[in-house]
């Protein structure tokens, strides 16, 4: 993977709003964010009702990722274009989500809906009525995702990356400034996880940073890409992110987005915790 | 549009217990004559960062549909940078619990 085939310019978007192959996705931390305006011809996933599975604690089914795309107008040749608010979270974590499913053609716009709006392109409340299709998802791709019993494996041995914000990895806060505290129910880091947060990775517009640069991060907080990596958060959108940027945008083999995250670590019974910076 | 209510910038604090939280908030109003607005017409589209003390990214909020927008920060020094179309503004702003910083900022 590379830039050229994961990431688009607001100038490719403009090009190809009619272009019928392409489906531009919105997915929001604020889902009121689309029905105040979006890219004209976006639809929206809800990151909760539409990609959580609500009984289990897991990402929905095959089934009912097929269910969800057939409904919306996806088919499997269609370039699907993910954007969205905060700095794209929710669309790499959406990103994420359509390559465990094997989706063949997944693109993010760098800059997101930030850009889009501090270049004050055009957002309509149109929303789209698009023909049904008949979807057909691969099984899950688990190359991508890690699971605890793996993350606790990988303590001192692999790299394992807490995108969070360094209050929160030394375990002063459980939740990003902004929002309500909540989550694990202690709070702190996995051992030897080094805090690299995602923020890192962009630009003030909200676009990625060159590839030079993104390597010189990890490299410089003493990340070795050589070796296999875990990439974790609080929910798994924050590290959707960072793993986006390792994955598809260096090229990194192995990297996995624990997407049970601190959330689930945080509230396991008898195992290791650190604090501190 | 943002009516005329009792806090001067940032959303209502109704709720709030100012005894334990340190909020940075405050309003985001676009200078203009053309739109007839003394004070400003509310920018809806702007994206605040909030910067620590050393100048490190802590965390981003959009506006709201007044233009509004709140930190829970920690007490202590912190830089605001204001993103809009056209538009960066850097200000310093000082933290602290009970006293909220509310702000009126002109772009």
């Given at each position: 993977m590379s830039r050229e085939t994961a990431l688009v310019t607001t100038d490719w978007?403009?090009?190809?709003?009619?272009?019928?192959?392409?489906?531009?996705?919105?997915?929001?931390?604020?889902?009121?964010?689309?029905?105040?305006?979006?890219?004209?011809?976006?639809?929206?996933?809800h990151w909760r009702e539409d990609l959580q599975d609500g009984l289990v604690r897991d990402l929905?089914?095959?089934?009912?990722?097929?269910?969800?795309?057939?409904?919306?107008?996806?088919?499997?040749?269609?370039?699907?274009?993910?954007?969205?608010?905060n700095n794209n979270w929710f669309a790499t974590y959406a990103y994420w989500y359509f390559k465990i499913y094997g989706h063949q053609d997944v693109r993010l716009i760098d800059g997101g809906r930030k850009l889009w709006e501090l270049k004050a392109l055009p957002l309509v409340k149109e929303v789209p009525a698009r023909a049904a299709t008949r979807y057909v998802a691969k099984e899950r791709d688990n190359s991508i995702r890690a699971f605890r019993d793996e993350v606790i494996a990988a303590?001192?041995?692999?790299?394992?990356?807490?995108?969070?914000?360094?209050?929160e990895f030394s375990g002063e806060l459980?939740?990003?400034?902004?929002?309500?505290?909540?989550?694990?129910?202690?709070?702190?880091?996995?051992?030897?996880?080094?805090?690299?947060?995602?923020s890192k990775a962009a630009n003030e517009d909200g676009t990625f940073k060159s590839e030079a640069e993104l390597k010189s991060i990890y490299e410089g907080a003493g990340v070795d890409l050589a070796k296999d990596t875990i990439a974790y958060?609080?929910?798994?959108?924050?590290?959707?992110?960072s793993w986006f940027v390792l994955h598809e945008l260096l090229g990194v083999n192995n990297v996995k987005n624990y997407d049970g995250s601190w959330t689930e670590y945080g509230s396991l019974v008898g195992v290791p915790v650190a604090v501190g910076a | 549009m943002k009516t005329c209510g009792a806090t001067p910038g940032g959303p209502s604090l109704d709720g709030i217990d100012?005894?334990?939280?340190?909020?940075?908030?405050?309003?985001?109003?676009?200078?203009?004559?053309?739109?007839?607005?003394?004070?400003?017409?509310?920018?809806?589209?702007?994206?605040?960062?909030?910067?620590?003390?050393?100048g490190e990214f802590t965390a981003e909020v959009p506006t709201n549909t007044d233009g509004q927008f709140r930190f829970f920060a920690a007490p202590g020094a912190w830089t605001l940078v204001v993103l809009a179309p056209g538009v960066r503004k850097e200000l310093s702003v000082k933290a602290a619990i009970g006293v909220p910083a509310d702000l009126v900022i002109q772009i």
């Open positions: 978007v403009i090009e190809n709003l009619k272009n019928p192959h392409v489906v531009f996705v919105e997915v929001d931390e604020d889902t009121t964010l689309y029905e105040q305006g979006h890219i004209e011809g976006a639809i929206t996933f929905i089914s095959k089934e009912k990722f097929e269910a969800l795309l057939s409904k919306n107008g996806i088919a499997n040749d269609t370039t699907v274009v993910l954007y969205g608010g303590i001192g041995t692999r790299n394992i990356v807490d995108v969070r914000s360094p209050a459980a939740a990003p400034a902004h929002l309500p505290q909540e989550g694990g129910q202690i709070k702190g880091h996995i051992p030897t996880a080094k805090n690299i947060p995602w958060c609080r929910i798994g959108e924050r590290s959707a992110f | 100012l005894t334990k939280q340190s909020v940075i908030q405050g309003v985001i109003l676009r200078d203009g004559e053309a739109d007839g607005v003394p004070n400003g017409a509310p920018v809806v589209n702007a994206h605040i960062r909030l910067l620590d003390s050393q």
